[in-house]
């Protein structure tokens, strides 16, 4: 199982930017998918995440700004940036909890992208 994140770059504070991931290979099907931001010198946190079932959670400070979205069809999960700020600067990477394999032998486990780099600068 691959994962592959696209969408980073530079924008100015107050603009917008749309990740997006994209899981392919050998997937049965995905739960939960999301998010995770790691800035410099700080620790790595759950940014947003959207369960299988649509519903989701963000990390207090970018709730209202950033929406997530999925598409089970394309095994693709999206997060929409919003009135981006200065210290959401940061790599982003996404995940998924995938399952491999055929029933009754179904695998599950997390799967994580390549990080992409957001930088909120003017």
Same mark, same amino acid.
């Given at each position: !199982?691959?994962?592959?994140?696209?969408?980073?770059?530079?924008?100015? =504070?107050?603009?917008?930017?749309?990740?997006?991931?994209?899981? +392919?290979?050998?997937?049965?099907?995905?739960?939960?998918?999301?998010? &995770?931001?790691?800035?410099?010198?700080?620790?790595?946190?759950? !940014?947003?995440?959207?369960?299988?079932?649509?519903?989701?959670?963000?990390?207090?400070?970018?709730?209202?700004?950033?929406?997530?979205?999925?598409?089970?069809?394309?095994?693709?999960?999206?997060?929409?940036?919003?009135?981006?700020? =200065?210290?959401?600067?940061?790599? &982003?990477?996404? &995940?998924?909890?995938?399952?491999?394999?055929?029933? =009754?032998?179904?695998?599950?486990?997390?799967?994580?992208?390549?990080?992409?780099?957001?930088?909120?600068? +003017?």
């Amino acid at each position: !199982v691959q994962l592959q994140a696209s969408g980073g770059g530079l924008v100015q =504070p107050g603009g917008s930017l749309r990740l997006s991931c994209s899981a +392919s290979g050998s997937i049965f099907s995905i739960n939960t998918m999301g998010w &995770y931001r790691q800035a410099p010198g700080k620790q790595r946190e759950m !940014v947003a995440r959207i369960t299988k079932g649509g519903k989701t959670n963000y990390v207090d400070p970018v709730k209202g700004r950033f929406t997530i979205s999925r598409d089970d069809a394309k095994n693709t999960v999206n997060l929409q940036m919003n009135s981006l700020k =200065p210290e959401d600067t940061a790599v &982003y990477s996404c &995940y998924a909890d995938v399952a491999v394999g055929h029933i =009754p032998a179904l695998q599950w486990g997390d799967y994580w992208g390549k990080g992409t780099l957001v930088t909120v600068s +003017s």
